[in-house]
Nanobody
Framework: QVQLVESGGGLVQPGGSLRLSCAVS????????MGWYRQTPGSQRELVAQ???????IYADSVKGRFTISSDVVKNTVFLQMDNLKPEDTATYYC??????????WGQGTQVTVSS
């Protein structure tokens, strides 16, 4: 069973930065794509950033220019660097791994709160 473990969430002031990490129990090369999603209470989970095995990364319009997804293939870890954070970025952030078959795996989530 594939396991994804997120870390790095917390409380940050507007304009601040956080770096989320997602440790994956399998080689990230086996996945079609790795991504970060976020969800707030009462809302659907939304895609924040996705890094496909081949091709360019994609970002939600709301985070373009502020967030960067990257990966360390040796450590099987995916990162989300979040800069210039805004209160509307407050959410639970989830790491996602998508297999070529279309199956998805999720982490347990990490809370990000942007508030002064």
């Amino acid at each position: 069973q594939v396991q994804l473990v997120e870390s790095g969430g917390g409380l940050v002031q507007p304009g601040g930065s956080l770096r989320l990490s997602c440790a994956v129990s399998e080689s990230i090369f086996m996945f079609k794509a790795m991504g970060w999603y976020r969800q707030t209470p009462g809302s659907q989970r939304e895609l924040v950033a996705q890094r496909p095995r081949y091709g360019s990364s994609i970002y939600a319009d709301s985070v373009k220019g502020r967030f960067t997804i990257s990966s360390d293939v040796v450590k099987n870890t995916v990162f989300l660097q979040m800069d210039n954070l805004k209160p509307e970025d407050t959410a639970t952030y989830y790491c996602n791994a998508e297999e070529p078959s279309g199956s998805h795996y999720w982490g347990q989530g990490t809370q990000v709160t942007v508030s002064s």
